[in-house]
Nanobody
């Protein structure tokens, strides 16, 4: 099994910054892609940013220039630095990982895991 645990959410004023962290642990052979999704009240979950095993990044249009995704391969951790936060960034942020793991003594490639989420509230 693989676990993803997010941290770093909270209440911040518009224009402020937060840094989210997600630590992956468990039966990890290799972490492939990792990403951050968010889900605002009454809306569908959407991909905010992603980073591949090779370090290539993707950003949703509304966060380009404000959010930065990075990772520490040694710590199995992905980060999301969020600057110039806006009220519309308010959501529960979820970590997602594509992982090669071991199940029933066999290597399983490309298993998808989710964290439980961390709430980000941008409000004055």
């Amino acid at each position: 099994q693989v676990q993803l645990v997010e941290s770093g959410g909270g209440l911040v004023q518009p224009g402020g910054s937060l840094r989210l962290s997600c630590v992956a642990s468990g039966s990890i052979i290799r972490i492939n892609d990792m990403g951050w999704y968010r889900q605002a009240p009454g809306k569908e979950r959407e991909l905010v940013a992603a980073i591949t095993s090779g370090g290539s990044t993707y950003y949703e249009d509304s966060v380009k220039g404000r959010f930065t995704i990075s990772k520490d391969n040694v710590k199995n951790t992905v980060y999301l630095q969020m600057n110039s936060l806006k009220p519309e960034d308010t959501a529960v942020y979820y970590c997602n990982a594509d992982v090669d793991t071991i199940a029933t003594m066999e290597v399983v490639h490309g298993m998808e895991y989710w964290g439980k989420g961390t709430l980000v509230t941008v409000s004055s």
